[in-house]
């Protein structure tokens, strides 16, 4: 198998050099270039030609989003490297892009690398990292943006009444509005909703806290929801949804 050809972009010397290490037993992997600054890691990045870019997000007064933006297209699989950051963390996982905290774990190099190799080549990297530009930048939580085969489509979160789980596809209940489905996991959804206002009542059911019509006592109890919808509530996280439920009317 043919090496994949890697670029590191990294201002901390510190922290590249032991990324390099840490690289340099891997025979699937070629590093070809290391670089401090967003604009000499633009022109390695064109001459290179890499494949693989471990981009660190902070760069003095730039971000390697800043980088990304100067780029015509993106050819190549990304690694960001970040210290951490819960936000950024939610977001890289629903965009389905890389990322390694930072001080860097060899483990979880290990797996990252793993997903690099196989992983097929970039077929939807434009549309991951526009998804990843957009629910980083919302710091106020008002919308997301979700890929579909058109492209994105962005939801204002107070719009979302629940999210219901069909394998590895989600069903989208969005109000005055038909449901939108997306091949992602419910699990992603959750990871990206839960700190907006939203509780995973059952295994394939996640709902919008402040859009909760009734609550029907039961043994886990029934929810219904703005549309009408009637949602079981799991007997083992129905103390936890309780105590969330009250928190989240004691906002409003």
């Avoid at 890389?98 to 080549?121: C, G, M, N």
């Avoid at 009734?214 to 083992?236: L, N």
Wanted: proline letters at 3%; hydrophobic letters at 40%.
């Amino acid at each position: 198998m043919t090496p994949l050809k890697v670029i590191i972009v990294d201002d901390e010397k510190a922290s590249a050099d032991r990324l390099v290490k840490l690289l340099t037993p891997y025979d699937g992997l070629d590093i070809s270039g290391v670089f401090e600054t967003v604009e000499t890691a633009l022109k390695g990045i064109k001459h290179e030609n890499p494949e693989v870019v471990f981009l660190y997000v902070h760069h003095h007064d730039k971000t390697g989003f800043d980088l990304l933006s100067k780029l015509d297209t993106i050819n190549f699989e990304i690694v960001f490297t970040t210290a951490h950051d819960r936000y950024a963390v939610e977001a890289f996982k629903f965009s389905a892009i890389d990322y390694l905290l930072k001080p860097i774990d060899p483990h979880d190099l290990v797996r990252s690398v793993k997903r690099l190799q196989e992983r097929t080549q970039n077929k939807s990297l434009t549309t991951r990292v526009e998804t990843l530009f957009h629910n980083l930048s919302n710091k106020e939580n008002k919308t997301i943006a979700i890929p579909t085969q058109e492209g994105l489509t962005f939801l204002n979160v107070n719009d979302i009444i629940r999210c219901h789980s069909d394998a590895n596809y989600t069903r989208i209940y969005v109000k005055e509005s038909s449901p939108k489905v997306v091949a992602k996991t419910l699990k992603q959804f959750e990871e990206l909703l839960i700190s907006r206002g939203f509780f995973r009542v059952h295994h394939s059911s996640l709902i919008n806290l402040s859009l909760i019509r009734k609550y029907i006592k039961g043994k886990g109890g029934v929810v219904i929801m703005a549309d009408g919808s009637e949602i079981e509530v799991s007997v083992r996280r129905k103390e936890t949804f309780l105590k969330e439920l009250a928190k989240s009317q004691a906002l409003l």
